[in-house]
Each structure stands twice: as C-alpha cells, then as structure tokens.
C-alpha cells in the first residue's frame, strides 16, 4: 500500500488548508453569533453562505463525490486527507458542500435514484441550495439492529403510506432541510434482510411532523438539528421507493461505507486540531515555577497524542485503499475498526487538551467542548462500539475455525 499523495491531492490539500486558515477558523465565531438568539431554528448564518460561494468559486465543491462529472473525480483514498483538514473546523465540511448527512444522501441519490429524483432533489443538493436529513434510527427499539426497525412503508395503489416515529433525523431542524430518505418496513414477513426499503420523503408532505430537536450534551447544534419527527399516514407517489421494495439494507450498505470514512477522518482532524491547541497552550502557561510544556506529564500526553493519531490516520487510510481496490463489502472489517478506534483516539487527546487548559477548556472560548460532545456522539452515531467490536471479533474467529476444520 502506497499511501503517497498524488500531485492532485497535494495541490488540494494546499488550497484546503489556505481556505481554512484565511476564511474557515477566522469566521467560527461570527457563525455563531449569526444564530437566531429567539429561534435558533429559523434562520441560517449568512457567513455560511458567503462562505460556501468562495469555495464553489476557488473549485473546493462536491470533493467527497467520486464522480468527476458532479464530484471532482476523486477515489476514498484521495478524498481521506482533505476530508480530515474540513474536520478541523465544526462549520468545515458545509463550507465546502462535503457535510453530513448529505454526503451520504447525495452518494445514494447518484448511486439509485431515478431521473427524476436526480433533477428534483440531487441537484439543488449538489448546488448547496438545500440540506436533507437521513430518518432511520428510532426511540422505541434498539436501531443499532437496523431489523429492530418498526416503521411501516405500505404499498396503496400508486402510493406508499409511510407510519411511524424516527428520532436523530439530523438536519432536520434546518429550514432549508426539504427532502427525508426514510428507511422502514415494507413487508415484515420477508427475509430478515429484505423486509426494509428506503423512500424519499418531502418534508412537507402532509403528516410529517417534526416533533421537536434533541440536545446532545446540552449543544442544541443550530440550525442543523437533530429531530423527532413523526410519519401519520404519510402519502407519497409510488415512484419516490429508491431501488425497489426490501432493498433497503442493499442501499444502507453502499451508504454507510463512504461515510464512516468521511467521519473518521474529520475526526482525526478534530484530534489534530485539539493537539495544537494544547501545545500551543502549554509552552504559555506556568504552574509550580516553569511552563506546563516542561512537565513529563504533559510531554507524555503529547507523545502518546502524536502516536494515536498517526496510528489511527493509518489505519483509516487502509480501510480507504481497500475500499478503492477490493471493495466496500472485503474491506468491513477495517471499516468496523476504523469506526471503534478514530472517535476513540480523538476522544483522548481532546480530554488531554481540556485538562491542560483547564477551566478554557470546558467554555465556549475553545472548540475542544464543543468538539468531545460532537465525537462522543460518533461511538453511537453508525452503531455503538460494541456493535462493530462483535463484527471484528466474528471476522477474526473465522480464521481459526478454517484452522481447526483443516486439523480435523
């Protein structure tokens, strides 16, 4: 494995990294400020837009598409080390049209959307014109087991009739959210893993009910969102089903691979930028007559930082390299790991960071707060860590059962 980054992809990153520097962090807080104090649902920071014109016009647009034709042409492996630099910046990834759950969203509109659903939602989509949300996980059952799933998508006539209740519908929240990719059941007397299909949904479609936004350790995550949303007897044409009836896990497959490695390394980037902090942090601060910098407790921290990080940067970038050559389904076992180890190595250093600033590190002053809540949440968000462990695990079991069935 090569992991020597192409002139393309060096250029890229170059251009990337000056965008962050001179737009990106400089306008962190003037996003937030920007947010609606009354209802921080109703509008949307024009910072952002601003933003997002620069990158459409310095040709920074659509990168996580592999498709040069809407994206820019680039394979997992060349998208993994930009993807890391937008993730150093909460507002990042928008910026550059390269956001979650839209990312994923658009992946599956390109891969199995018809035409028509290509020109009505993937387009304004790609232009960055609206936002959708991904409605799969729900309150009443255990979704990490995606056949838990109750909702109900039922064929009448020239219509389905979508029922249920759905929760961390993320982007939701976002006035310019207009379409949902709904995942429930269409018959549940089907084989296990063909009894799911995945619909669009227009938001505002008659019975969908966005109930309320949930917190996640008390950041709101205006105005995106993550919402409860109620499906009552939600009528759609027939031609909005994506791929066909039970074909829904087939669909979740083919999202969820790119994803994981987008989220992975924006995570890593978020671990970078957490390291930074806290070195630059402690060669200004004194306790007990000298700098924090000189205490071997703070270099361990620096140290073990350095090595978790680079440690976890490759190992995502193997899962990427598989990917691109042998396939999403070869590579699952490197993606479960990636999914368990990237939140985990960034959940470290930012606590490292947070203890070294000390009171700083828990106010809004830093991004570290703000940054451990949002990461903290990955360990659930593509299925807890004991969900993707149990994987591994059955992977690494199999070996030795091929061993023993030859010694027998």
């Given at each position: 494995?090569?992991?020597e980054?192409?002139?393309?992809?060096?250029?890229l990153?170059?251009?990337?990294?000056?965008?962050?520097?001179?737009?990106?962090f400089?306008?962190?807080?003037?996003?937030?400020?920007?947010?609606?104090?009354?209802?921080?649902?109703?509008?949307?920071?024009?910072?952002?837009?601003?933003?997002?014109?620069?990158a459409?016009?310095?040709?920074?647009w659509?990168?996580f598409?592999?498709?040069?034709?809407d994206?820019?042409?680039?394979s997992?492996?060349?998208y993994?080390?930009?993807?890391?630099?937008?993730?150093?910046?909460?507002?990042?990834?928008?910026?550059?049209?390269?956001?979650?759950?839209?990312?994923?969203?658009?992946?599956?509109?390109?891969?199995?959307?018809?035409?028509?659903?290509?020109?009505?939602?993937?387009?304004?989509?790609?232009?960055?014109?609206?936002?959708?949300?991904?409605?799969?996980?729900?309150?009443?059952?255990?979704?990490?087991?995606?056949?838990?799933?109750?909702?109900?998508?039922?064929?009448?006539?020239?219509?389905?009739?979508?029922?249920?209740?759905?929760?961390?519908?993320?982007?939701?929240?976002?006035?310019?959210?207009?379409?949902?990719?709904?995942?429930?059941?269409?018959?549940?007397?089907a084989?296990?893993?063909?009894?799911?299909?995945m619909?669009?949904?227009?938001?505002?479609?008659?019975?969908?009910?966005?109930?309320?936004?949930?917190?996640v350790?008390?950041?709101?995550?205006?105005?995106?969102?993550?919402?409860?949303?109620?499906?009552?007897?939600?009528?759609?044409?027939?031609?909005?089903?994506?791929?066909?009836?039970?074909?829904?896990?087939?669909?979740?497959q083919?999202?969820?691979?790119?994803?994981?490695?987008h989220?992975?390394?924006?995570?890593?980037?978020?671990?970078?930028?957490?390291?930074?902090?806290?070195?630059?942090?402690?060669?200004?601060?004194?306790?007990?007559?000298?700098?924090?910098?000189?205490q071997?407790?703070?270099?361990?921290?620096?140290?073990?930082?350095?090595?978790?990080?680079?440690?976890?940067?490759?190992?995502?970038?193997?899962?990427?390299?598989?990917?691109?050559?042998?396939?999403?389904?070869?590579?699952?076992?490197?993606?479960?790991?990636?999914?368990?180890?990237?939140?985990?190595?960034?959940?470290q250093?930012?606590?490292?960071?947070?203890?070294?600033?000390?009171?700083?590190?828990?106010?809004?002053?830093?991004?570290?707060?703000?940054?451990?809540?949002?990461?903290?949440?990955?360990?659930?968000?593509?299925?807890?860590?004991?969900?993707?462990?149990?994987?591994?695990a059955?992977?690494?079991?199999?070996?030795?059962?091929?061993v023993?069935?030859?010694?027998?």
């Amino acid at each position: 494995m090569n992991f020597e980054y192409s002139d393309k992809v060096k250029r890229l990153q170059a251009k990337i990294s000056d965008f962050m520097d001179q737009y990106v962090f400089p306008n962190e807080k003037t996003y937030m400020e920007q947010i609606s104090k009354e209802n921080r649902f109703s509008t949307h920071p024009t910072i952002m837009e601003e933003l997002k014109a620069k990158a459409k016009a310095e040709g920074l647009w659509n990168l996580f598409l592999p498709d040069s034709e809407d994206g820019a042409g680039l394979s997992n492996i060349e998208y993994a080390p930009l993807c890391e630099l937008m993730g150093r910046s909460s507002i990042g990834p928008e910026v550059f049209n390269c956001a979650a759950p839209d990312t994923g969203n658009m992946e599956v509109l390109v891969r199995y959307g018809t035409d028509e659903h290509k020109e009505k939602w993937l387009k304004p989509l790609l232009n960055g014109e609206i936002r959708s949300c991904f409605s799969m996980t729900e309150p009443n059952v255990a979704s990490s087991d995606a056949t838990n799933i109750e909702s109900s998508i039922i064929r009448d006539g020239d219509e389905y009739v979508i029922n249920g209740t759905k929760w961390w519908s993320s982007g939701a929240g976002d006035p310019r959210c207009k379409i949902a990719i709904v995942m429930g059941k269409n018959d549940p007397n089907a084989e296990k893993h063909k009894q799911q299909s995945m619909i669009l949904v227009p938001l505002d479609t008659p019975g969908v009910k966005i109930k309320r936004t949930l917190n996640v350790f008390g950041y709101d995550h205006a105005p995106h969102g993550h919402a409860e949303i109620e499906y009552n007897n939600v009528r759609v044409p027939a031609s909005n089903m994506l791929l066909g009836e039970g074909r829904g896990f087939e669909i979740a497959q083919g999202r969820l691979g790119p994803g994981r490695i987008h989220h992975c390394m924006r995570t890593i980037g978020a671990a970078e930028r957490a390291l930074s902090i806290l070195c630059e942090r402690v060669q200004e601060r004194i306790a007990f007559g000298k700098t924090l910098a000189e205490q071997g407790v703070i270099q361990e921290w620096i140290a073990e930082a350095r090595m978790n990080i680079e440690q976890s940067r490759l190992l995502t970038l193997k899962a990427a390299y598989m990917m691109d050559t042998v396939g999403n389904k070869a590579a699952k076992t490197e993606i479960a790991m990636i999914k368990v180890v990237a939140p985990n190595v960034a959940l470290q250093v930012i606590d490292h960071a947070i203890q070294a600033l000390g009171a700083k590190g828990v106010s809004q002053d830093t991004p570290l707060a703000a940054s451990w809540a949002n990461i903290r949440t990955l360990r659930l968000a593509d299925g807890p860590d004991e969900v993707h462990k149990r994987a591994i695990a059955r992977q690494e079991l199999k070996k030795y059962k091929k061993v023993a069935q030859g010694v027998q």
